[in-house]
């Protein structure tokens, strides 16, 4: 006999069983023991048809080949740059890799990234934890100059981003700033004035604390509407 112990966005807890019975499947961050389904972590309970998984509403961000992260240059040497980006190893960034250019050998590398410099990058290799390769050759991929930098959870980004980007898209029109998100929970907001900044600001971090209830997109619709209304 097959019952199902929750609804669907409802939040669980680690240990916390979702379904008996064999009818359901296990994805992601949960997992069947004899004929029952358990929660692996704190999340929010996504069910498709007889496919059960969680969101996490918390957890560190794990590098993943295919990533955009916002990062930190952190050291020169004479290959490359080494990337600060929160993971508990600095990223490579390789000379053929950083730049469409051709650099010559000996070249002032401070003159492409310095020491401090906020890039934008993804991840094109990971081999173990300890070593991880960037790129900057690709669409929105670079130095990120003035702006401001945010930081969420990495389990909110995907609420962030929302599907097929309509969320931040969404906070881009309404605040007309531009913004680049980070898998690594790191973001990048540049806006015309520091209003517009604190506006999407506000919503990003809206968005982070409220991700797990219903109705969002509607929320925030209405959160930037009224903060364009007022000036905030």
């Given at each position: 006999?097959?019952?199902l112990l929750?609804?669907?966005?409802?939040?669980?807890?680690?240990?916390?069983?979702?379904?008996?019975?064999?009818?359901?499947?296990?994805?992601?961050?949960?997992?069947?023991?004899?004929?029952?389904?358990?929660?692996?972590?704190?999340?929010?309970?996504?069910?498709?048809?007889?496919?059960?998984?969680?969101?996490?509403?918390?957890?560190?961000?794990?590098?993943?080949?295919?990533?955009?992260?916002?990062?930190?240059?952190?050291?020169?040497?004479f290959y490359?740059?080494?990337?600060?980006?929160?993971?508990?190893?600095?990223?490579?960034?390789?000379?053929?890799?950083?730049?469409?250019?051709?650099?010559?050998?000996?070249?002032?590398?401070?003159?492409?990234?310095?020491?401090?410099?906020?890039?934008?990058?993804?991840?094109?290799?990971?081999?173990?934890?300890?070593?991880?390769?960037?790129?900057?050759?690709?669409?929105?991929?670079?130095?990120?100059?003035?702006?401001?930098?945010?930081?969420?959870?990495?389990?909110?980004?995907?609420?962030?981003?929302?599907?097929?980007?309509?969320?931040?898209?969404?906070?881009?029109?309404?605040?007309?700033?531009?913004?680049?998100?980070?898998?690594?929970?790191?973001?990048?907001?540049?806006?015309?004035?520091?209003?517009?900044?604190?506006?999407?600001?506000?919503?990003?971090?809206?968005?982070?604390?409220?991700?797990?209830?219903?109705?969002?997109?509607?929320?925030?619709?209405?959160?930037?509407?009224?903060?364009?209304?007022?000036?905030?």
């Amino acid at each position: 006999m097959t019952n199902l112990l929750i609804k669907d966005r409802e939040i669980v807890v680690p240990g916390e069983i979702l379904a008996e019975g064999m009818d359901y499947i296990p994805s992601s961050g949960v997992f069947r023991e004899q004929n029952k389904i358990f929660a692996m972590q704190l999340g929010l309970v996504s069910i498709n048809g007889r496919v059960i998984k969680l969101i996490p509403l918390s957890g560190r961000y794990i590098p993943k080949k295919g990533d955009i992260i916002i990062g930190k240059v952190a050291d020169i040497g004479f290959y490359g740059w080494r990337i600060d980006f929160g993971w508990a190893f600095q990223a490579n960034l390789g000379l053929k890799d950083a730049t469409s250019e051709f650099i010559e050998r000996g070249a002032d590398l401070t003159q492409y990234y310095d020491y401090g410099d906020i890039i934008a990058a993804q991840i094109i290799n990971v081999s173990g934890s300890k070593i991880i390769d960037l790129s900057m050759k690709g669409p929105g991929l670079k130095k990120l100059n003035g702006g401001k930098i945010i930081e969420v959870s990495p389990s909110k980004v995907p609420r962030i981003i929302g599907k097929q980007g309509s969320m931040v898209n969404l906070i881009k029109e309404k605040t007309d700033c531009k913004i680049t998100v980070g898998q690594n929970g790191k973001l990048w907001i540049s806006g015309l004035n520091p209003e517009s900044e604190l506006l999407a600001t506000n919503a990003i971090l809206k968005i982070a604390q409220e991700s797990h209830l219903d109705g969002l997109t509607d929320r925030i619709k209405d959160f930037l509407d009224k903060g364009a209304k007022n000036g905030v």
